[in-house]
């Protein structure tokens, strides 16, 4: 294995080569360009056997590639924001469709108004297409979750986002290290799908269905993402067994020695709030740290398994689910902890949009008002 | 050297049981179509009467594989299908010959929600062919009016007779420059039948559009889908001709009607029997009307003439 200094989009493009794709579509939006550009070099250089193609659009891009994986062929995107979300029909397509598909969004602001810099509301918008979400903290688990993305996609046929911070993560270089191909092609052999949109299969995809038959299409789905998180967790530690790398599971627990109260959060924030626990253990709260790696499924009997009866849980949100007055991870881990509610302390608070910084200390003041509000 | 009818193969994309209406030029078409192509090919279907007409899951009228995807999604499924392809085969993942893809797509697919994604096909040159069965409306949800619909017509979405002209969306591909494109009709099918066999035989990105008069959705009788074709033809209202690479040729008749050789049938004779153009043939100003459809057939005859010659 090497050990190299590079960006979030750099470690997203390796593994994208790693995983010996056999077609990329991509079209640009900051600050997922680097991706895209990184890829259409190594296949014009021959050091990657894929085709490139350059679409007119994210919509295009989601249909380009949905098609292509009907075919049977691996394929990669990355979007961001304003470009997810055109995708949005598309999305649905391609989980209903049951495609194998991994996408890199590198998070950031959707408008109004216009802003380049991280958010989670493009991602969090984006939760009930049927995909399943992961999150990443580090450069290091963009690398590795792209692969994992691969493996856990074409094991259930759902397709899989692979999410990391715009800019923090995707223009920040830091050291990680690039796996050995013989040990990535032994954990990720190349797609074999049992049926392929191709004439020597037959059939037909997508059809118009009845209302007595359209249901278990549906319900298979709704069933089969719940159970990804063990599908995720399972290949996670194989990955580790092969790498020695491992993030966690569906959860990145941070001092969970004799803790009481915990921090929820995503992405690069949840990197953050390590030095804020550190902050609050000093003060005397036993805090922890709880960095949530699998936004889609929501784990929540993990969550209910993690935290112990008195535990207070603060929610740290860098998105809005409009209409609940707070966001998307709080409204989740108060479902996720409705049966526990006589004896978990749940509150949050929305913050961090558009970029705005989350220094450790700002985290900190925003945990001590939240400990406030559960007194 | 044409092929005749009795020639064509037995393969028959569009099989009993098909949804489609009565006359649908949509199922006349594809038969041809599907002889040209031969039975390794992959249909590619976004949102249309097509779609509606290939019976409930888990049945199909089509005997080919068949994506149906979303409605803006022509282009770049077909181009993302055909590149795919490429890439397993190459890699040898696949084996025997590539299968023909092919988008087989209305005209709103075409002409209005799907016309970015065709026309990014066309400029990547995606190896993939293209057909558009213009039925001039969105017949599928009831006939409103597409991008399509031209000048007069009266649809569920123009009660009172479209106001404005159709787009000239043949023209904007052949600007496009691809290796071929080509109208075609209904009424001339082994021209058709030549023209897929042609689009078949070419590599990269191929256009067909094929005229597709629409027994509900223009009010004539369902027997009468091949007549309207002819007179849609020898009225000059719709033209024939093909294109290599942006290089035109005019076929006939649409060629003698072009050079002058012989005289476009009048325009009513195409539109008298067409119960959406009623309103038109009963309107005070209907000659003023008329006159002015014919200048615009001569004036478009003219141009393709001398486009032509370029």
Not at chain 1, 76 to 93: D, K, P, R, V
Not at chain 2, 173 to 187: K, V
Request: proline share 5%; with cysteine.
């Amino acid at each position: 294995m090497k050990r190299i200094l590079d960006t979030g989009n750099a470690a997203c493009a390796l593994a994208v080569k790693a995983a010996k794709v056999d077609m990329v579509a991509a079209y640009p939006i900051t600050p997922q360009t680097s991706v895209a550009e990184k890829l259409a070099a190594y296949i014009a250089e021959g050091e990657m056997d894929a085709k490139y193609l350059p679409v007119e659009s994210e919509h295009s891009v989601m249909s380009a590639v949905s098609a292509a994986a009907a075919a049977g062929a691996r394929t990669f995107t990355a979007t961001s924001s304003q470009g997810l979300l055109y995708m949005h029909e598309i999305l649905h397509y391609a989980a209903g469709g049951r495609l194998s598909l991994v996408m890199a969004n590198v998070n950031r602001a959707i408008c109004a108004p216009w802003c380049l810099y991280v958010d989670h509301q493009d991602a969090v918008s984006q939760r009930d297409t049927g995909w399943i979400q992961l999150f990443a903290a580090t450069t290091q688990e963009i690398y590795d979750s792209v692969i994992l993305a691969y493996k856990v996609t074409e094991e259930i046929n759902i397709p899989v986002m692979v999410n990391y911070d715009g800019f923090l993560l995707s223009h920040s270089m830091m050291p990680f290290e690039i796996v050995d191909q013989e040990i990535i092609d032994g954990f990720l052999p190349p797609f074999s799908p049992a049926w392929r949109l191709h004439p020597q299969w037959g059939g037909t995809f997508g059809n118009v269905t009845p209302s007595d038959q359209y249901p278990p299409y549906r319900n298979s789905l709704a069933a089969d993402i719940v159970k990804a998180g063990e599908i995720i967790e399972k290949n996670a530690r194989e990955y580790q067994r092969l790498t020695g790398h491992w993030h966690g599971g569906l959860f990145d627990i941070y001092r969970p020695e004799g803790a009481e109260v915990f921090l929820l959060s995503m992405g690069s924030m949840a990197a953050e709030m390590e030095l804020a626990v550190d902050i609050l253990r000093e003060e005397g709260v036993p805090a922890a740290g709880l960095r949530l790696r699998v936004f889609r499924p929501f784990p929540a009997r993990e969550l209910c398994r993690i935290l112990p009866g008195g535990a207070r849980l603060l929610v740290f949100d860098r998105n809005h689910a409009f209409g609940t007055g707070s966001g998307a991870l709080l409204s989740e881990a108060k479902a996720a902890l409705f049966d526990r509610k006589d004896v978990i302390k749940v509150t949050g608070q929305v913050m961090g949009l558009g970029g705005e910084d989350l220094p450790a200390a700002y985290l900190v003041q925003k945990a001590r008002e939240m400990m406030g509000v559960l007194k | 050297m044409s092929v005749k009818i009795k020639d064509m193969p037995d393969i028959d994309y569009v099989l009993p049981g098909s949804a489609a209406c009565a006359g649908c030029p949509s199922a006349i078409a594809l038969r041809i179509v599907g002889k040209a192509l031969g039975e390794n090919a992959i249909m590619v279907m976004t949102p249309s009467c097509a779609v509606a007409s290939i019976g409930l899951l888990p049945k199909s009228c089509y005997s080919i594989p068949v994506l149906n995807i979303c409605f803006a999604s022509a282009g770049a499924s077909g181009g993302g299908l055909t590149l795919a392809l490429d890439a397993l085969y190459e890699k040898g993942r696949l084996q025997g010959e590539k299968p023909t893809v092919f988008t087989w797509i209305g005209d709103g697919g075409t002409y209005d929600i799907g016309l970015q994604g065709i026309s990014a096909a066309a400029e990547r040159n995606d190896d993939f062919i293209h057909f558009c069965y213009n039925n001039e409306a969105y017949s599928n949800t009831g006939v409103q009016r597409s991008g399509a619909t031209p000048l007069h017509a009266v649809t569920t979405t123009t009660p009172l007779g479209k106001e404005v002209a159709r787009k000239n969306v043949p023209l904007l591909m052949l600007e496009h420059r691809i290796p071929y494109m080509a109208t075609a009709s209904l009424a001339y099918p082994l021209d058709l039948y030549r023209k897929v066999e042609k689009a078949k035989s070419v590599k990269g990105f191929k256009y067909i559009e094929i005229l597709s008069p629409c027994s509900p959705g223009w009010k004539f009788a369902a027997s009468d889908t091949v007549e309207l074709s002819k007179r849609a033809v020898k009225s000059g209202s719709w033209l024939l001709w093909e294109a290599e690479y942006g290089k035109l040729t005019l076929n006939n008749p649409t060629r003698l009607l072009a050079e002058g050789k012989t005289q476009p049938i009048p325009v009513e004779e195409y539109l008298k029997d067409q119960g959406r153009y009623a309103r038109l043939l009963k309107h005070p100003q209907k000659e003023e009307y008329l006159a002015a459809i014919e200048a615009e057939i001569r004036r478009e005859l003219t141009f393709m003439a001398d486009r032509a010659k370029l």
